[in-house]
């Protein structure tokens, strides 16, 4: 499959023969429905309402099967809206049967839905019906199912971006709870999350109970829970704050309550963001392109394992811009006659792998010398702002990824700065 767009069009209209059966299915939690045209858009055949378990599956190959015999036709393309979770089991099933499966983008199909009767009517069996026009019109893309060790990595990132949200979550409780019950504490401890703050809000979180401390006591206390003791400094700030504090005594023993729970949270889903984040590096050292990603300086293996299991194998590709496309980060322009609209990202990709190359490629500028160089340039010879550089070099990046895994050769530091024009 070629990269550039126009090709990639004209490419998926071409594949749509005389001898396809397109089908359009929409999906649902119990209940699919199935519509067939062939490659000029006329309707085949009657709906094919199917349910989605094993038994439906069966009934509608079967269907497909009538469909060839009615039609005289020998080849199928099968389209599909990724629909929350509910179409993966399917998906995977018909893969298992060697057909050819393509999705197609749910936005799409909410703007084509009128295109044969000119009416807003939405509904299941209009849906699919929409999708097959879409199909053979070439709106879909290849569908790049994860399959083993990939399929594993995803599910694992996917847990830990969960579990990760909740864990900011948590935080911005904890933060919550000290401007509440205690805010002055932030003027002791810049980052309340560091060590020697956490031991101190599991002993003594309230104003009221360091009041009653003395800063030797406190530096025992610490001692007892931490390895190395606190700073004597450090405590006698704390108990200057406590005795200036505005908290009011009201109900502090539900505060504290509430504090001991939101800690132990905080502790059980850090510990459960390393063990994933640890099995997560394990997955991606049985993948062969991790090797040469990781020869960038500046990329983590965790953030090797963010971006694989967003796009899967780098096999799959042919140029960067296609994986800029996959997470939304080709540009975009509203212009007419005179008027010539602001340049933009599209954002209709995948969130998190745009997300983790903005993050790759914010840590290459800072930790690699041939990024450093590249963003600088972009800001004090082209005059870009510094966002606007780092969306570019993630460009630069997915180039990059794609063509020292294809080519199987090493990373050269010396041929981006080259073809960068960068001396």
């Known amino acids: 499959m070629k990269f550039k767009q126009k090709s990639v069009q004209n490419q998926r209209i071409e594949k749509i023969t005389t001898d396809h059966l397109v089908v359009g299915i929409d999906i649902s939690k119990d209940t699919h429905i199935a519509r067939a045209v062939n490659f000029r858009g006329i309707e085949l055949g009657k709906p094919c309402k199917f349910s989605n378990n094993q038994a439906g599956f069966v009934h509608f190959l079967q269907w497909i099967d009538n469909q060839f015999d009615k039609h005289g036709k020998s080849l199928v393309i099968i389209g599909m ?18 057909l050819e499966i393509v999705i197609v983008n749910p936005h799409h199909v909410k703007k084509n ?46 847990l830990r971006e969960f579990i990760n949200k909740q864990r900011v979550s948590v935080k911005n409780q904890i933060h919550r709870w000290l401007d509440l019950w205690f805010p002055e504490y932030l003027t002791v401890f810049k980052d309340w999350s560091c060590k020697t703050s956490l031991a101190t809000l599991r002993l003594f979180p309230t104003p009221a109970e360091l009041k ?39 109900g502090m023993n539900y505060a504290k309550t509430h504090l001991t729970l939101l800690l132990d949270q905080l502790d059980q889903l850090t510990c459960q963001l390393e063990k ?94 041939e990024f450093r160089l590249l963003h600088e340039k972009n800001v004090t010879i082209n005059k870009m702002r510094k966002k606007q550089s780092i969306i570019k070099l993630c460009g630069k990046l997915a180039r990059i990824l794609i063509g020292i895994t294809s080519n199987q050769e090493p990373y050269n530091p010396e041929k981006v700065l080259k073809l960068a024009d960068v001396v």
């Not at 509904?123 to 083993?148: C, F, Q, W």
């Not at 030797?216 to 704050?241: P, Q, Y």
Request: aromatic letters at 6%.
């Open 276 to 369: 994933l984040e640890q099995q997560a590096v394990k997955l991606v050292e049985e993948m062969p392109e991790s090797r040469q990603i990781q020869q960038l300086k500046g990329i983590s293996p965790t953030f090797v394992a963010g971006i694989l299991a967003e796009t899967g194998s780098l096999s799959n590709y042919t140029h960067g811009n296609q994986i800029l496309r996959l997470a939304g980060l080709h540009l975009s322009e509203d212009s007419s006659g005179k008027h010539k609209g602001q340049t933009i990202i599209t954002k209709r990709g995948r969130p998190q792998l745009r997300k983790i190359l903005y993050l790759i490629t914010f840590s290459l500028v800072k930790n690699n010398p």
């Open 113 to 158: 839905k009128e295109n044969r009767d000119n009416s807003p009517t939405k509904n299941d069996t209009k849906d699919a019906l929409v999708i097959a026009d879409m199909v053979r019109n070439g709106y879909y893309s290849e569908l790049n199912l994860p399959t083993k060790v990939h399929k594993e990595l995803r599910d694992t990132m996917s």
């Open 212 to 250: 009653k401390l003395t800063s030797e006591k406190i530096i025992v206390e610490w001692k007892s829970v931490m390895k190395r003791r606190g700073n004597l400094n450090t405590a006698k700030l704390l108990i200057e704050a406590a005795k200036n504090s505005i908290a009011c005594d009201e």
């Open 81 to 98: 809206e990724p629909t929350g979770h509910y179409w993966k089991n399917m998906a995977y099933w018909l893969v298992d049967q060697k």
